[in-house]
């Protein structure tokens, strides 16, 4: 390196020496082995010299915005037009967060309020996240519970609300209703007060509407499709045909004709991603198989939508519980958790999850760290002290020995 | 799914397996190049929470082009040259995300240096302030070689390109830096170290 370089190198060294004081590599390292050797099982698994295209969007991306330079100003107004809204949680008005666990106290309801002018009152002991927003609506997971909502029509248009609780949906175009999910029993009780929504479930042939003043009150615990068995979506074609219309009545649109599932079969995740969400993501969720839930939920990762990728997962779990893919998913739901929300908690939920249904499973051991990792964020140092001397008793030399070891020698 | 069989073999071994899709090579493949691939991907983007995520795709990249890898040895820079293309894809990206997330909340990037800090990560944000607002080919040249440290003809290499068109890459990069560096306080303690720029500064 010439000498006049070497100056330039000092300044390239000091930011080297702030960049390693940022965050440790090994964290990085160990999150995206997991991932990659994912990849290369999956690949393996479908049995090709399958290429995948993660970024096969840069081009698209591109022209897209070619175009959308080319009408500026055009674009630039749709924009203003599309602001999505946001949300306060809590008397405190806090700003809630896209897909954040929002749960009331046993005591008292948990108001939610909208910039439009929408709320909800989350009853107490309950618990749902918002998914998503959009200029006239939101997308909402009841996980377990009850909510009063009253939602605002927006001034000369139609508001766009989803509700998701379970397997059920509900389309709300500017009403007011009660909804109650119990997730145990697969139940949903509905009273609309005011205006209309609509019901669909798996185990409804046709969506249904309620009316104000109706009452729905309805379990699709007994009416769910079975669990497929794993050998059978482990070898050979998926169980869905790419020319069923109705999808076995399980209500996905065939307009698309199954290219998510050709797209993701194929290992290109990202368009797969784009074309299962161009087919309501929520649908195609309802009837992709336990291997392309996986999948989709490692594209909506590895492209920035936790969100999506969190509702795959549990959709798996719902749909699919006590099989193999559901554990994987449960261990998914940790890694989201702890690498996307630094929920630390949540993530210690997932990872004893995973470890709990599978206790000599393939992620033993990274569960096992992940876990002690999850624990010590968390604050529960005596937690993660045991969970270091179970890693170190199993795997003296695994990638989170010397974790472990930094762990018990404090 | 995710404990492959351990891979056993020299170089020439491994790629040959890799070739094979034997999943124990990949991660064999994996743990030996990962340090290298992440120090590339952090010295280009600075601090990331999207560091593991492009990690990832920097190796599935390389596992899709193994067959087009003919000399072994050359595998760390040919690794740099993916690293490199990954992390230009993502600072595009990047920059969309910021001027989309006036519209889209849940796609901001988030950002560690933001938080309050030191001086040195003050300094760090406004480095890495700077080489945002280079040319892509530039900035890319100047991590190389300055932050990473790479030899000019690595550099070369990682960049894709001559080494006569790195060097001009560099003269321009160190310009430009120069010019920003100036009006930028927080860079000045670093800057007072003798350094180069520092000199011309003067002069």
């Known amino acids: ?410 | 799914m995710l404990t492959p069989l351990t891979f056993v073999g020299d170089d020439a071994a491994l790629m040959q397996a890799l070739r094979a899709g034997h999943p124990g090579a990949a991660a064999a493949f994996y743990d030996q190049h990962a340090a290298h691939v992440h120090r590339t991907l952090r010295s280009a983007l600075g601090p990331d929470e999207d560091i593991p995520d492009l990690l990832q795709e920097v190796f599935i990249r390389a596992l899709n082009q193994i067959g087009k890898l003919r000399d072994f040895e050359r595998v760390r820079s040919w690794l740099s040259t993916i690293a490199i293309f990954v992390a230009r894809g993502h600072i595009r990206l990047r920059a969309r995300r910021g001027w989309l997330s006036v519209f889209s909340p849940e796609r901001t990037r988030p950002n560690h240096l933001d938080q309050p800090s030191s001086e040195a990560r003050q300094a760090l944000r406004e480095v890495y302030a700077v080489l945002d607002e280079m040319p892509l080919d530039e900035r890319m040249a100047f991590v190389l070689r300055f932050v990473d440290g790479m030899t000019l003809p690595d550099t070369a290499e990682a960049c894709d390109t001559s080494l006569a068109t790195v060097k001009r890459r560099l003269a321009r990069a160190e310009t430009r830096f120069l010019e920003a560096a100036r009006r930028r306080p927080a860079l000045e303690q670093w800057l007072k170290d003798g350094t180069r720029w520092n000199q011309q500064k003067e002069s």
């Open chain 1, 1 to 410: 390196m010439e000498p006049a370089e070497g100056k330039l190198g000092q300044l390239g060294e000091r930011v080297r020496e702030a960049l390693a004081a940022e965050r440790t590599p090994s964290p990085d390292i160990r999150a995206a082995r997991a991932g990659f050797l994912q990849q290369v099982a999956v690949r393996n698994f479908q049995g090709g010299d399958r290429r995948w295209s993660l970024r096969g969007a840069a081009r698209r991306w591109r022209m897209l915005l070619l175009l959308s330079a080319a009408a500026s100003g055009a674009v630039g107004l749709w924009f203003w037009q599309q602001l999505p809204i946001s949300f306060q949680v809590g008397a405190a008005a806090t700003t809630g967060r896209m897909g954040d666990l929002i749960e009331a106290t046993a005591n008292e309801p948990t108001p939610l309020r909208f910039s439009e002018g929408s709320s909800l009152l989350l009853q107490h002991g309950s618990r749902m996240r918002v998914l998503s927003s959009e200029p006239k609506g939101a997308r909402v997971l009841l996980e377990n519970g009850a909510v009063d909502v009253a939602i605002t029509h927006p001034p000369g248009s139609q508001a766009h609300w989803r509700f998701e609780a379970g397997p059920f949906r509900v389309l709300v175009t500017g009403t007011k209703f009660k909804m109650e999910f119990h997730s145990q029993d697969l139940s949903l009780k509905l009273a609309t007060e005011e205006g209309q929504v609509l019901v669909s479930a798996p185990c409804l042939a046709v969506p249904k509407p309620v009316s104000a003043g109706e009452r729905l009150d309805l379990s699709c615990l007994a009416k769910v499709a079975p669990v497929p068995q794993l050998a059978s979506l482990s070898t050979g074609p998926s169980p869905l045909r790419k020319d069923q219309t109705a999808d076995s009545g399980r209500g996905v649109p065939a307009q698309n004709g199954g290219s998510w599932r050709e797209l993701l079969g194929a290992g290109h995740l990202a368009a797969g991603l784009r074309a299962a969400e161009r087919a309501n993501f929520r649908q195609v969720c309802q009837v992709a198989n336990p291997r392309e839930l996986l999948a989709l939920a490692d594209a909506a990762r590895l492209f920035g939508r936790a969100a999506r990728a969190v509702t795959a997962l549990r959709v798996l779990r719902l749909r699919f519980p006590g099989s193999t893919d559901a554990s994987t998913a449960a261990f998914s739901l940790g890694r989201l958790a702890y690498e996307r929300q630094h929920d630390f908690g949540e993530a210690v939920h997932w990872f004893a999850t995973y470890l709990r249904e599978q206790p000599s499973g393939p992620l033993m051991g990274d569960s096992v760290g992940r876990l002690m990792e999850a624990r010590l964020r968390s604050g529960d140092e005596i937690g993660a002290r045991k969970d270091a001397a179970q890693y170190l008793r199993r795997f003296p030399e695994g990638p989170y020995a010397s974790e472990a070891r930094g762990i018990l020698s404090n």
